[in-house]
């Protein structure tokens, strides 16, 4: 064993330590710094609020049942102890086949004419008039049309959600176009490219992060839209069973419910900016 | 160093005629913008030549119309004996900025034109490799165009133009963007490559030092409406071949003596407010 250098001796012979130098931040600009932790504060906060409100008994409870019954209708609709007799799952996968092949449909018609609207002043020109006209429509007002020309069953709920799907897209894949500057197009061209290999070599892959942001809104478009699609003649899906509940005043089903769709919207949400980020690394680089 | 083309190799390459060309923008309320007028420049094999002037003053629309994105309103632009009609590989452009494909890294980036004429892929990345290596660029080449500097991102532009082996380099204000320091760098680099090459060049900037140092043929331009004023023939490019000493050229009282000159000549044009400096 070594003997041990004393302490004073060390302490005196060692160079002295430097001040760590405090480190400093930039002056403040309104809006800047992280918020996560205030978002989870509110969070909690809104869900002890409704416990508190609804176990003191300021709230009826046909208006807003405690989070624990909430939770009990799950367990319920998940054996398939509500009204309907169907289990949630059923009702969740009808619901998210209703979303996804209208919204998968809206992909692959909605993107080739909006990007066929943004290269070409024909397209422009016979797309544009009927898209402008029927997009601020609430889907609500087309509804009962939709059903005097497709019935009741399938078809009628798919195109619903596939025309709220559709409009946001095709103006994304649009508006995308815009997005290639004039000098990657005259580069392509002085390097031999013919007009259409610039179309699909340069401009849509310039379009693809708008074409990325307008499918997230597209699918946003489509779960709003999939209670209306169910409102009619509809047996099974996650909208049919929230507007079944209240026709019996199952106030917790129908909050329930309405926590399903909104986690399956935000769950889809989450996986398309991992998409994002996967397909265009680019995004606000360049 | 100095490497002299053989007369059968030189009436091999081609040559650009730009005979009396003139272009006229629509402008609005029926009034139009004479940008060039009657413009005369022929190009051989070997020629350098940069364009200097003011804002305004047609050079960007000379080279749009060499590069075939625009067509004169009047006069012809001849390469090889063939009339330019639209854009082509045979004419390489190198723009200031904005013109790369950030959804391809550099080596794409670079064998993009050969992809497009169907080059197979093995031989176009060979192509890509071996311009990335005249640029200095060999270890970046499997980096995104996003993660590198502005200065290399050029460098980039410089492979990709030469990859095609067009017969002319056009290049609008390619280091316009570029810091001080890095600008020198490049201009030592382009002067290597157009040595090697023997291609024609045409360059355009707003800086005078940069243009006297580049140039074989010197032209001035002057705005409203475009046209070419005064013409030199210098050799400053050649010396640094010769002696690689930028420092040395650019100190060089003769230099000077033209570079101020020529400062004069762009201050006292007409119109020439926002004229530029050195």
Redesign the interface.
């Known amino acids: 064993m070594s003997t041990p250098v004393p302490d004073v001796v060390r302490s005196a012979e060692a160079p002295e330590q430097p001040q760590p130098v405090p480190t400093t931040k930039g002056y403040s600009i309104p809006g800047e710094g992280r918020s996560t932790l205030i978002s989870i504060v509110t969070v909690f906060g809104l869900l002890l609020l409704w416990w508190v409100a609804t176990h003191y008994g300021w709230i009826r409870d046909i208006f807003l049942p405690t989070p624990e019954k909430i939770f009990t209708s799950f367990g319920e609709a998940w054996r398939g102890e509500i009204q309907g007799g169907k289990p949630l799952s059923e009702h969740f996968w009808w619901s998210l086949f209703r979303v996804f092949a209208a919204f998968l449909f809206a992909c692959v018609t909605a993107v080739p004419i909006g990007i066929a609207m943004g290269v070409s002043r024909i397209a422009r020109g016979i797309f544009d008039p009927p898209i402008e006209f029927y997009r601020p429509l609430p889907p609500l007002a087309y509804l009962p049309l939709i059903v005097i020309w497709f019935g009741i069953d399938e078809t009628a709920k798919i195109v619903l959600i596939y025309l709220a799907c559709f409009a946001p897209l095709a103006m994304a894949a649009r508006a995308g176009v815009r997005s290639v ?1 004039i ?2 197009i ?9 007009k259409w ?1 610039v179309i699909f ?2 401009i849509i ?2 379009a ?1 992060p708008e074409i990325l942001t307008g499918m997230r809104i597209g699918i946003g478009f489509g779960w709003t839209t999939l209670v209306a699609a169910e409102m009619v003649a509809a047996t099974v899906g996650l909208g049919q069973m929230v507007l079944n509940a209240s026709n019996f005043l199952r106030t917790d089903v129908v909050i329930m419910g309405i926590l399903v769709i909104g986690g399956v919207a935000y769950a889809f949400d989450l996986l398309m900016r991992y998409v994002e980020r996967l397909l ?3 995004k606000g ?2 | 160093m100095l490497r002299c083309s053989s007369p059968s190799e030189v009436f091999r390459l081609a040559k650009l005629q730009i005979s009396h060309v003139s272009v006229n923008y629509a402008g609005t309320s029926g009034r139009s913008t004479l940008a060039l007028s009657d413009i005369n420049l022929a190009l051989d094999p070997g020629d350098f030549v940069v364009a200097l002037g003011a804002s305004g003053c047609g050079k960007t629309t000379l080279l749009s119309c060499i ?3 625009m067509t004169p309103s009047q006069g012809e632009i001849v390469l090889g004996g063939k009339r330019v009609a ?4 045979e ?3 190198v ?9 391809l890294d550099v080596t794409e980036n670079v064998a ?2 050969l ?3 169907g080059v197979p892929k093995a031989e176009r990345t060979r192509i890509a490799h071996d311009k990335l290596r005249r640029v200095g660029l060999e270890k970046f080449a499997n980096y ?3 993660q590198i500097s502005g200065g290399m991102q050029q460098r980039v ?1 410089l492979a ?2 030469l ?2 082996d067009p017969e002319v380099m ?1 290049m609008d204000e390619p280091l316009g963007a570029l810091d001080a320091l890095t600008r020198e760098q490049q201009q030592e680099l382009i002067l290597e490559l157009w040595w090697q090459t023997r291609k024609m060049f045409f360059f355009i900037t707003h800086s005078v030092e940069e243009a006297l140092f580049l140039a074989t043929e010197l032209i001035v331009m002057t705005p409203s409406p475009g046209r070419i004023a005064h013409r030199y023939r210098v050799d400053f490019g050649r010396r640094f071949i010769e002696t690689r000493n930028a420092r040395a050229v650019k100190a060089d009282p003769e230099f000077i003596r033209l570079r101020e000159e020529i400062l004069q000549l762009i201050h006292s044009a007409p119109g020439s407010l926002e004229a530029a400096a050195a």
């Open positions: 500057t000098e990657q005259n580069a392509a061209y002085s390097m031999g490219a013919s290999q070599h340069v892959p310039a693809l265009v690394p680019w680089k360049a | 590069a075939g994105f639209g854009p082509g590989a004419r390489g452009v723009f200031q900025k904005h013109a790369l494909m950030p959804w993009f034109g992809r497009m004429r995104p165009v996003y532009g990709r133009a990859a095609s056009l």
